[in-house]
């Protein structure tokens, strides 16, 4: 009885197509079960968090006592030394670098190929393809080994343009994975009717195929973003000398040195973990609609 | 599509190519290659044969860490699923059932996945500190004192203490996943479900499941790759050396200490066999999937 009621309710209140929402009243005890779930989830999403923020502001006895209480009053030496003594501006400027060089470097290889695998047929498009798409799943970490042997030989020991290319081929697999369906997308019409106008081949890239797929470029660069920004494995294996550090390496570096000031530990990694966060508070829906894109041709 | 000579469309496609042949895809092949050698990262390389995986599967100081390195991993992959994937899959339903705020949780929940990992663990180091660490003093101080204890460093508990931790982090992904895969199932097969009386719980067990099985399998994929390669989280919390008593060593800290030596010299050839095994076993789960793929889609008629 109480569900033809609701449907009433809806259909009158209403008159787009039911919706199987439930928002009415007699959810209410369920929906508050709800809520709880997402206040407990929150709040172990938000304690690591939020302990690494207010223990960056305590004194180090402060920690040691009131490890969970808000600070009494606001102490800034842990972010004093991490600045002054800690080379963290390098850091961030070398994580900087490498991060924007690879997102340009995938961005502009990844569009050309994609657009040739996309629009072109010809005999080995579907092999490159599944060589490209291989390499989202392919464990590169294993590949170290030779790549120790290669970044040497070009002369790349300790600096950032090895991590740079290694990023960036990281990066093409899942560029390709996005764009090249895309691209396949577009429309035939569109494409004769720029043909008839005289454009083809690079023009068409140019003036029809880049606009299109820009929203997507957009994801792209962040699917490409994280895992450059906040690796830590290749920089351990490849950078040496303080100045050429990124900022996870940076971090364990100096994580090392003070690990029993905790108040300057916490400062760093407070700093260190915001950059990533606030992007993403910004991007919210390109990060999610980035991930996304993975599973929903899957 | 239009047909276009393979040389006019080559320099589109080189780039991209180049980089992803040489420093992708063919170190992966030569790595594994270098484990028919002996190298000490400098000197000259030994052809040995399979002498390496001869030793890593016979000589003891070697197949203990091995087997050891599989259970451990084992277990790793179990606790994820465990901590991570459920949970993001009950998760995902409540949000997707779009009470008010849905939105804002799901964002919420994303928020880890955006942190290094390597922070996640040093952060979570000091979390567990047995001292004066926050978490074992919350518990303390809410009555739950058995949870009060030195969890990073007994053999016991420090694996399952890593595996919570990097679930933490990164819940959100798998999340997501699901998320987008149940806003893919036409609206129509559940409003048609709620009208014959399907409550949400049932929509859930006979409807979502079911046509979820496909992201499922992706997810557990991801989660077993990443799993058998991962070494940062445990390389944080407790070093290369993967204590205590090597009760949280995986194949990726054990390769990243043979191969580039922590304590002794590296020995590189070795460190390629042990890669040569963790390709293979992920390979053998790539295969899995694959077949498992094959198989929903006759169970389902697609």
Redesign the interface.
């Known amino acids: 009885m109480a569900?033809v009621q609701s449907?009433v309710s809806t259909k009158i209140g209403n008159l787009k197509?039911?919706s199987?929402?439930?928002?009415h009243f007699r959810h209410a005890g369920?929906?508050a079960l709800?809520?709880i779930?997402?206040l407990f989830?929150?709040f172990?999403?938000?304690y690591?968090?939020f302990?690494?923020i207010i223990?960056s502001f305590k004194s180090n006895l402060e920690?040691?006592?009131n490890?969970?209480g808000p600070p009494q009053n606001i102490y800034l030496q842990g972010y004093v030394k991490a600045f002054v003594r800690g080379t963290f501006l390098i850091y961030f400027r070398n994580s900087i670098f490498v991060t924007l060089c690879t997102i340009v470097?995938v961005l502009?290889?990844?569009s050309?190929?994609a657009?040739?695998?996309g629009?072109?047929?010809?005999?080995?498009n579907s092999t490159?393809y599944f060589?490209?798409l291989a390499?989202i799943?392919?464990?590169?970490?294993?590949?170290?080994?030779?790549?120790?042997?290669?970044v040497r030989a070009l002369g790349l020991y300790n600096n950032l343009l090895a991590l740079i290319?290694?990023y960036?081929?990281?990066g093409?697999?899942m560029a390709?994975f996005i764009l090249v369906p895309l691209i396949?997308q577009i429309p035939q019409d569109l494409v004769d009717a720029a043909e008839m106008d005289g454009c083809s081949?690079w023009g068409l890239?140019q003036h029809i195929v880049i606009p299109l797929i820009r929203p997507s470029l957009g994801t792209v660069a962040i699917l490409t973003f994280?895992p450059a920004?906040?690796?830590?494995?290749f920089p351990l294996?490849f950078i040496k000398t303080n100045e050429m550090m990124t900022?996870?390496l940076g971090?364990?570096t100096l994580?090392g040195q003070f690990s029993q000031d905790?108040n300057t530990?916490?400062s760093v990694?407070t700093i260190?973990?915001l950059p990533?966060?606030l992007?993403?508070?910004l991007a919210?829906r390109q990060?999610?609609k980035g991930?996304?894109a993975?599973?929903?041709k899957? | 599509m239009h047909k276009k000579s393979f040389w006019f469309l080559l320099p589109y496609i080189l780039p991209a190519l180049l980089i992803y042949a040489s420093f992708m895809a063919l170190p992966l092949f030569f790595s594994l290659r270098l484990s028919l050698y002996n190298w000490n990262g400098i000197g000259p390389k030994i052809y040995v044969g399979f002498g390496n995986f001869v030793k890593l599967f016979t000589e003891s100081y070697w197949n203990t860490q091995l087997w050891n390195v599989i259970v451990n991993n084992i277990k790793f992959f179990i606790y994820f699923n465990l901590f991570q994937n459920v949970p993001a899959l009950i998760l995902a339903w409540l949000i997707f059932l779009n009470l008010k705020g849905s939105v804002f949780f799901r964002n919420l929940f994303f928020i880890p996945v955006t942190m290094s990992i390597i922070m996640v663990g040093f952060v979570g180091t000091l979390l567990l500190n047995p001292i004066w660490g926050p978490f074992n003093n919350l518990m303390k101080a809410i009555g739950l004192d058995f949870m009060n204890r030195p969890w990073l460093g007994d053999p016991k508990t420090a694996l399952v203490a890593i595996a919570i931790i990097g679930s933490w982090q990164y819940i959100g992904i798998p999340i997501v996943l699901f998320l987008s895969a149940m806003e893919n199932i036409p609206d129509e097969l559940i409003e048609a479900a709620h009208i014959d009386g399907a409550t949400d719980l049932g929509v859930f067990r006979y409807i979502l499941v079911p046509l979820l099985a496909p992201v499922f399998g992706i997810v557990v994929v991801l989660t077993f790759v990443g799993n058998f390669t991962g070494f940062e989280f445990v390389y944080a919390m407790e070093g290369p050396m993967a204590g205590p008593s090597y009760a949280t060593d995986i194949f990726g800290t054990f390769f990243y200490r043979t191969a580039f030596g922590s304590t002794a010299s590296p020995q590189v050839g070795l460190g390629a066999a042990i890669a040569v095994c963790m390709f293979i076993i992920i390979s053998l789960m790539i295969f899995a999937w694959l077949r498992y793929n094959h198989w929903y889609q006759q169970k389902l008629g697609i």
């Not at chain 1, 629009?119 to 080995?124: M, S």
């Not at chain 1, 392919?138 to 790549?147: A, D, E, F, M, Q």
């Open positions: 569900k449907l197509t039911l199987w929402n439930s928002k369920r929906n709800i809520y779930v997402f989830q929150s172990v999403v938000i690591p968090i302990i690494m223990s920690i040691y006592k490890p969970n470097i502009l290889v990844a050309l190929a657009y040739a695998l629009r072109y047929k010809f005999r080995g490159l060589f490209f390499g799943i392919i464990p590169i970490r294993l590949g170290v080994l030779n790549l120790f042997e290669v290319l290694i960036s081929a990281m093409v697999p390709m396949r081949g890239f994280l920004w906040n690796d830590f494995f294996v900022l996870p971090v364990a994580f905790l530990a916490f990694l260190a973990s990533p966060i992007f993403y508070l919210s990060f999610i991930i996304m993975g599973s929903l899957g």
